[in-house]
């Protein structure tokens, strides 16, 4: 499953987290100017993490390498999840949309790593 796409382009998982990267950084331009440095900023690299790290193990070779680099994506999106309660809690924005969509991603992210088990 894993090495199917010619291109990580070509893979759903990709596109979402991707677009959801691109949400992260719409919604948090509306958060509080002193949180530039603090969680806007680590929202945004835990959510670019997730589709960099999927695109780092895509290309790797071996099934261990891609499986750790898909398993850093997960840990990022974990990371986003909690960012984004967080950010919610603080009534930054209603995060609740964005969670759904990360969940999302993590879902497939999981589908994708289990369909590699059957390679």
Same mark, same amino acid.
């Given at each position: 499953?894993? =090495? ?5 382009? /070509? ?5 979402? *987290? !991707? ?5 992260? %950084?719409?919604?948090? /331009? ?15 690299? *835990? ?17 261990? =390498?891609?499986?750790?680099? %898909?398993?850093?994506?997960? &840990? +990022?999106? =974990?990371?986003?999840? %909690?960012?984004?309660?967080? *950010? !919610? =809690?603080?009534? #930054? ?6 969670? *759904? ?10 589908? #994708?790593?289990? &369909?590699? &088990? +059957?390679?």
């Amino acid at each position: 499953m894993a =090495d199917k796409s010619q291109s990580f382009r /070509e893979v759903i998982v990709w596109q979402k *987290a !991707h677009a959801f990267t691109l949400e992260i %950084y719409r919604a948090t /331009e509306s958060f509080p100017k002193h949180e530039s440095f603090g969680l806007i900023s680590q929202l945004r690299r *835990a959510a670019a993490s997730v589709p960099s790290n999927f695109v780092e193990g895509f290309r790797k070779r071996t099934k261990p =390498d891609k499986l750790r680099f %898909y398993n850093m994506a997960q &840990g +990022s999106a =974990d990371e986003c999840l %909690y960012q984004l309660i967080l *950010a !919610h =809690d603080l009534k #930054y924005t209603d995060t609740s949309g964005l969670q *759904a969509q990360l969940e999302e991603v993590s879902r497939m992210l999981q589908g #994708y790593i289990n &369909g590699m &088990g +059957s390679e």
